[in-house]
């Protein structure tokens, strides 16, 4: 149940039952009002033209009638003067195949292709009824995604930052605590990977944020609704995602530096470790948590620091690999202290729960 109710599911089963609604109406009006025998190039054409967005249908539709009236033509042509065999169909494929590389049309140019076998393989072409269910299928596709509750937004993005937040002060707090004690090359790599399934996690937030700024695009749904601005449609989601990537890079490079360490240094200040590691699992805790406080850890940081940099013994210490460790934490900080760790650009389980 709980796989049922999550956005993406969700907008599954509306996108394809909106397919069955398009293709079926197509295909009943085809029948009932056209009185069409063999009712087939309607509702194909209204599944081409449902998509997850109004925009997108509205694109996807016209490529798809103009590249299955191409077709038609095609296939009108060769009929006409070269008649149907085995070389004619190839040769139409290969045009129709040809066809649909043209730039302006390659979403759906395979169309061209596919309009000419049902014309070839039909016992009566009938070219100006086909035309006709061809311009309804395509009506029927944009109309029922425009009617038929087309998205408007998406908060899927909150729960990717959520997410890439909760995984990044995880592994913040597990560096602190294994540094506190010992260090493990092959932990440091299983930190490596895991920096790299935030990247890969993050990669799916930015198509999330792309379509839902489609989504608004072409949608009635806008002047349906008196007051459509709202904190939600405001966020610069595409900031936030920004800076996340930011923070990645850092806290990878972060790992490196100290897996690094690992063979450099046979010993670590203990002042230096105690101070480090405090701060480190705090900040992984503060990340996490959507009302932590981040900016807090800066003062800490900065006293440790200039504690640090008072130190007599500071020439005898691997102090490059000291400030590496530092910088890191600090860059890192400065990342999450604007509006990437904030509650309103994510998505709590109390969000979820509302």
Known sequence: MRRLK??????????????VIAGTSAWALSVGVLGTDVAFMAPWTALLTVHATVHRS???GVQAAVSSAVGMGLAFVILYFLGVNIWTFALVLFIGLMGARLSWIRDEGIAIATTAIFIFTSDDPMFADRFIELILGVSVGIVVNMMVLPPLRDRQAARYVDSINRRMGAV???????????WDVEQADAWLEETQSMSEELNSAWQTVRLARESRRENPRRLLRRKFRDEDDDFDYEAVLNRIDEGISHLRNLTRTMREATWAISSWDD???????RIAHDLGEAIAD???????QNERLDELVTGMSHAGNLPNMQWPMYGAMLSSLRHIIQIF???TSSRASRQTPEDNSA
């Open 6 to 19: 999550e956005p993406e599911t969700t907008a599954d089963l509306l996108l394809a039952s909106k397919a």
């Open 58 to 60: 509205l694109s996807r």
């Open 172 to 182: 913040l707090v597990d560096m602190a605590d294994e540094f506190s004690e010992s």
């Open 271 to 277: 002042r230096f470790r105690k101070g480090w590691v």
């Open 290 to 296: 959507p009302d932590g406080d981040v900016q807090a």
């Open 337 to 339: 202290s604007d509006v």
